[in-house]
């Protein structure tokens, strides 16, 4: 089993509101290049989706459970299908996204306990709480020719070091995927 990241990131590292759902005054910074940088499966996951499980936060599973159900491209499809684990205090109907439901308890004991990998996109409440706890192995970070200076950021000025190794890189429009896992100690 492994705990994956996955995020739309700037050059300066900022995380939020690439789409612009947020509201926020920079928001709709990834979508700004174009759909061939952001659609289908731009984090190459592949199989990993098909044998996985989603881990979403309260608002990224909404903002998700609002979009995804009515589109019908394979990659829709892989989404849909995909099991999703929400992690929530007040969500209670996950029927608006078929396969979700609301964690009980803890999401640190949650992603211990799956067997399955754990693939996690946005959702940067769930990401810091899984880097504190050291048990995320890899970033797929799509990362955008822009800098906007401030926002959320992946990882925060007090985060905990962490030594990475690059697996790989590589252009996906105006974007570059870049997979990196947590080194060995």
Known sequence: MSVIVIEFVTLDGIVSDPDGSGGTPAGGWAFR????????????LGSTLDDGVLLLGRTTWQLFSRIWPGRDDPFAARMNAAPKLVVSRTVTDTSAWANSQVIDGSVIDAVKREESDVIITGSLSVVHALMAE??????????????????????????????????SSERAGAAVLVRYRRAAR
């Open 33 to 44: 290049h174009g759909p061939e940088t952001v659609a289908g499966d731009k984090f190459r």
């Open 134 to 167: 050291e048990l995320i192995d890899e970033y797929r970070l799509l990362t955008f020719p822009t800098i906007l200076g401030t926002g959320r950021r992946l990882f925060p000025d007090d985060g905990p070091r962490t030594d990475l190794e690059c697996l």
